[in-house]
């Protein structure tokens, strides 16, 4: 028997995949629970990280989402992902500003990652900049992102634009 070459299953990539299923049937606190489990088995673990802020912003806990962003761009600071949704709960708490350093930084690190693409559009939609707002709904869609038919009537009707 050699311990070196003994095989021990990754319980922090266990307890992220539960979180992801307490997430998606809408036990959020649950879903906590287990990312931050996964966080304690693994410190580094960014996905968990970004996934726990994930189900903070849904309770409209705000600090704790963007808290859990922030370490997750800190531990990987490529993750587009993490940019994007700390993007929106940006955006949700009314910082414009902020939500659009974090698209911009998405879409220069993945100029094809069309979410931020889209939750740019809205951005531009709620400053009223429609000419962009509708760019960047097109480019959403050219990557094949399905951009919410309301959200293309209210730009419609808003900017007095067909397309």
Do not use: C
């Amino acid at each position: 028997y050699n311990k070196a070459i003994e095989i021990k299953p990754d319980y922090a990539e266990a307890y992220y995949n539960r979180g992801l299923v307490y997430q998606a049937k809408g036990d959020l606190g649950q879903a906590i629970l287990d990312y931050n489990k996964a966080i304690e088995i693994n410190p580094n673990y960014a996905d968990a990280y970004n996934n726990r802020g994930n189900a903070y912003q849904d309770k409209g806990d705000f600090r704790q989402a963007l808290s859990s962003y922030n370490k997750a761009i800190e531990i990987n600071s490529n993750f587009v992902k993490a940019y994007n949704n700390r993007g929106t709960a940006y955006q949700d708490k009314g910082d414009l500003d902020q939500a659009f350093l974090d698209y911009n930084r998405a879409i220069e690190i993945n100029p094809d990652y069309a979410d931020a693409y889209n939750n740019r559009a809205v951005a531009y939609f709620e400053k009223q900049e429609y000419a962009k707002s509708w760019e960047d709904a097109h480019k959403a869609q050219i990557l094949g992102y399905k951009v919410h038919p309301k959200f293309i009537e209210q730009l419609k009707k808003a900017s007095g634009r067909e397309k």
